[in-house]
């Protein structure tokens, strides 16, 4: 595995209902909760599986975030307005997930914002 950039700065916006992070790398992600609630890696939500992560839909006011927490030095775990706090999240996984117009030039669906 080689260089995974890491957050350098984590800002939730309450009023977007988004995380904004900024990487080591100089790349900003802008992620919906909704978009990070829904594809949750933890094994309640996504199984013991292996194959790719499904997305799990969510009412907004669940996916409201309470708390972000670092784990060691290579991933988050978020805390959710409904309770969950099981997803760890990865710097990795993250930057896979991030929607922004160079990583993602389709854009976002809609049913993930």
Same mark, same amino acid.
């Given at each position: 595995?080689?260089?995974v950039?890491?957050?350098?700065?984590? /800002?939730y916006k309450?009023?977007? $209902?988004? =995380? +904004?992070?900024?990487?080591?790398?100089?790349? /900003?992600?802008?992620?919906?909760? $909704?978009? =990070? +609630?829904?594809?949750?890696?933890?094994?309640?939500?996504q199984g013991?599986?292996?194959g790719?992560? +499904?997305?799990?839909e969510?009412?907004?006011?669940?996916?409201?975030?309470?708390?972000?927490?670092?784990?060691?030095?290579?991933?988050?775990?978020?805390v959710?307005?409904?309770?969950?706090?099981?997803g760890?999240?990865?710097?990795?996984r993250?930057?896979?997930?991030?929607p922004?117009?160079?990583?993602?030039?389709?854009?976002?669906k809609?049913?993930?914002?």
């Open positions: 595995m080689g260089y950039p890491h957050p350098t700065e984590i /800002e309450s009023a977007q $209902r988004a =995380l +904004r992070m900024s990487f080591s790398d100089d790349h /900003e992600s802008v992620y919906p909760t $909704r978009y =990070l +609630r829904g594809f949750c890696p933890c094994a309640r939500c013991h599986t292996s790719p992560h +499904r997305f799990i969510h009412e907004p006011a669940q996916a409201e975030v309470v708390d972000v927490r670092q784990v060691g030095n290579y991933a988050i775990n978020i959710f307005a409904d309770g969950h706090d099981t760890i999240y990865s710097f990795q993250l930057r896979e997930l991030c922004c117009p160079r990583c993602m030039p389709t854009g976002l809609d049913e993930y914002r």
